[in-house]
C-alpha cells in the first residue's frame, strides 16, 4: 500500500496528465472547430480569447477557492467540469455556443490549474525536495497521449465528436478515482484566504511577466500548430496531429529532467538558455518550411520552454507574506495573459498576413524571456527569495540561502 506522500503524488499526476489531456484533446481539434463552423482565421482567433477570458476570470479568485475550499476540492469540482467542457465542445450546434463552451472550458480548466499546482506545492514540502517540474512532465504526458490518441482514431475513421466524448467520460472516471488520495487540506490562515490577486504587486509582476511570455509560446503550439502543418503546409490531419504530439513529448522530457537540471545548473540558467533555444528553433521552422523540419522545430521549442511554468510556480509559492495557493494565481492571473492576448494576436496577424508571419512572434517572446530571465532572477536572489534546487526544501519562508539565479 502507498504511503499518504506517495499516493498523493501518483494523484497530482494524475490531475496533471488529465489537464494535458484535455488541452491536446481541444488542440488537435482546432481545425475541426474551424471547418464544422465555417470560420476565418479571425473568428478561430476569437474563440480562443473567450477560452482566455474565462481562465483569466477564473484565476484572479482561484487563490482564494482554493484557500478557502481546499485544493483537493477545488480540484474535484474544477477537473469534472473540465472533462465535461471538453465533451461539449465539438457537440454545440452553432459559433457562438461553442464561444460560450470554450468561455467555460478556460474557466473550469483554470481554476483545475491552479489547484492541482497548489497541492504539487504541498506533496513537495512533504517529499523535502523538489518535484514541481516532473508533475508538469503529465500534463505534457498528457499532451503527448491525447495527441497521439486524436492521431489513431483519425486513421481510423472514428469521429471527432465521438473522440470527444470518450476522452470526457475517461477523464471524469479518472478525477473521481484519484480525489480521496490527495493530501487533506490543511487550514488556511484570514490572510491566506482574504488575500486578492486583482492587483498583482512585486516581485509576483516579475515573475508574471516572465510566465505571460513563456505561455504565449506554450499557447502558440497548443492551438496553431496543428494548423500551421495542416494549412501553410498541407499536411494531411493525422502528421498535422504530431505537430502537437512532438511538441509535448519534447516538453515531457525536458520537465522530467528538470528538477536534475535546475539544480546543476540554476533557474537563471535554464531559463535565459531555454528561451534562446526555443526562439531560434522557431525561426527555423519557419524559414525551412517543411514538414519533417517543422516537427522536429516544435520539439526543440517544447523544450526550450520546459521548465518556465515549474520553476516560476515553484518561486510564487514561496514569496514571503504570500499562501502558495495565492502566490500561484497571482503569477498565472498575468501568465494567462499570455493565453489571453498571445493566440488571439497570432490569428489577427494571420488573418492580414499570413500564418508563418504571425508565428514570428513566438520567437519573438520567447527571445525576450531569455532576456528578463537574466533580469529577474537575480532580484529575487536579493529579495532572499531562491530561485534555486535547495529552495524548494523544507527551510522557512524568507529565511532561504541568499543568491543569484
Known sequence: MLSLP???????????????????????????FKHLHGLSEAEVALAMLAAGVGALVAVLWAGALVGRFGA???????????????????????????????????????LFDVAMNAHAVEVEAAYGRPIMSSCHGFFSLGGLGGAALASLLAVAGVAATTHTLWVAIGAAALTIAVVPAMLPDRAQTSDETGYSFMRPRGVIVLLGAMAA???????????????YLRESL????????????????????????????RARLGALTLLSVGGTLAAIAMLAVLLIGHPVAALAGFALVGLGISNVVPVLFSCASR?????????????ASLGYLGFLSGPPIIGAVAQVATLPVALCLVALFAAALAVLARRVLPIMGELGTSTDDKASRSVPVGQEPRQNG
Open 319 to 331: 514569496v514571503p507574506g504570500i499562501s502558495p495557493a495565492h502566490g500561484i494565481s497571482g503569477v
Open 72 to 110: 483537493r476540492a477545488v480540484c474535484a469540482v474544477s477537473g469534472l467540469m473540465t472533462a465535461a467542457a471538453v465533451g461539449a465542445l465539438l457537440q454545440l450546434p452553432s459559433y457562438w455556443t461553442g464561444v460560450m463552451g470554450l468561455f467555460v472550458f478556460g474557466v473550469a480548466n483554470s
Open 234 to 261: 498541407a499536411s494531411p490531419q493525422a502528421l498535422a496531429a504530431l505537430a502537437y504530439a512532438s511538441f509535448s513529448v519534447a516538453m515531457a522530457i525536458g520537465r522530467f529532467a528538470g528538477d536534475r537540471a
Open 6 to 32: 506517495r499516493s498523493a503524488r501518483l494523484a497530482t499526476n494524475v490531475h496533471f496528465f488529465l489537464n494535458g489531456l484535455a488541452f491536446a484533446t481541444w488542440g488537435v481539434h482546432v481545425p475541426t
Open 213 to 227: 511570455l513563456g505561455l504565449v509560446a506554450e499557447g502558440a503550439m497548443y492551438d496553431w500548430s496543428v494548423l
